[in-house]
């Protein structure tokens, strides 16, 4: 799988993603070149998600006596 630098930071690996899913929906590219984009794009999708892992994880450190943090779904509309 793509090697990412672990220094790479949430906001950079998601406009990386960005432009890794614009490319594979344009269609226009050989396979062997969406099979490579498609594993950076998992490879970016794991990274940003451990991310806001570790970031929930120190908001939660935050919380007087570790107390759970009540989140609703949000939805547009």
């Known amino acids: 799988m793509t090697e990412l630098p672990p220094s790479l930071s949430y906001e950079a690996a998601f406009a990386q993603l960005e432009e890794v899913l614009q490319a594979l929906e344009s269609g226009d590219l050989a396979l062997e070149e969406t ?9 970016l999708t794991a990274h940003c998600s ?10 939660r ?9 009540a989140v609703e779904d949000w939805q547009e509309g």
């Open 61 to 69: 450190q935050w919380q007087p006596n570790h107390q759970t943090i």
């Open 35 to 43: 099979l490579s984009l498609y594993e950076r794009g998992l490879a």
């Open 50 to 59: 451990r991310l806001l892992d570790e970031a929930e994880l120190r908001v």
